[in-house]
């Protein structure tokens, strides 16, 4: 069964410091993964996803088959990166199946 | 271009009534998407179109709820009748269909079931 875990649902940093969102996934096969994000009072949108490698507003995250991860990360949090953020995997049928979301918060 | 559009915003019912959601995807999505997303938890997906056939509804607790989208376009969601545990957010989404594309979320409808 398809299984998203992100195992803090509440995360607060200093504005400045480096932020982790931890994301694991269960194996199966290839994964597709995905991070979306929910700012304050806006819609839930795509923030990354796995297979373009790319960095959006400062947050890459890396796809580690080995320990089935893909934590988010960014170097120096800044306050509007405070959001709900949900990991996501693709199933077979192009829907996604979300973790229950870590709320950040950037302590100013 | 426009995103997507849900309506109505918020809707309060007493168990047992019915209700319906409406969803306007972005023009050209060949794919809806309508999830549920409990108060703590992570959207769940109910039930998938292409076009106007159901891709997978495997979640679709079919003896209260329902959704058609018969033209291709437009969809609707109904529950009939509605339980205290179905209180949640109702999200629709959209996407061009293709593998591991992007979905694009409409703002939600905040059911309340009292």
């Known amino acids: 069964a398809q299984r998203v875990t992100q195992p803090e649902k509440l995360l607060s940093v200093f504005k400045g410091a480096p932020v982790e969102l931890k994301c694991n996934y269960s194996?199966?096969?290839?994964?597709?993964l995905f991070w979306y994000v929910q700012y304050s009072r806006q819609r839930l949108q795509l923030l990354l996803r796995h297979i373009s490698r790319e960095s959006i507003k400062g947050f890459t995250a890396d796809l580690n088959k080995g320990e089935t991860s893909f934590h988010l990360k960014k170097p120096f949090a800044q306050e509007e990166d405070s959001a709900m953020y949900y990991c996501a995997q693709g199933t077979g049928a192009n829907n996604l199946f979300f973790g229950t979301g870590t709320r950040l918060t950037v302590i100013p | 271009e426009a995103g997507v559009a849900q309506s109505p915003r918020y809707k309060i019912i007493e168990k047992r009534q019915s209700v319906a959601f409406w969803c306007n995807p972005i023009?050209?999505?060949?794919?809806l998407y309508w999830y549920q997303q409990i108060l703590g938890q992570g959207p769940k997906l109910l039930i998938q179109?292409?076009?106007?056939?159901?891709?997978?509804d495997s979640q679709l607790p079919k003896d209260r709820f329902s959704a058609e989208r018969l033209k291709g376009v437009d969809s609707t969601l109904k529950i009939q009748p509605a339980k205290l545990e179905d209180s949640a957010v109702y999200l629709c989404?959209?996407?061009?269909?293709?593998?591991?594309?992007?979905?694009?979320f409409g703002p939600g409808t905040r059911l309340t079931v009292t």
């Open positions: 179109f292409q076009n106007n056939g159901v891709v997978d």
């Open positions: 023009s050209g999505h060949a794919t």
């Open positions: 989404a959209s996407s061009l269909g293709l593998a591991g594309g992007e979905q694009y």
């Open positions: 194996y199966s096969g290839s994964p597709e």
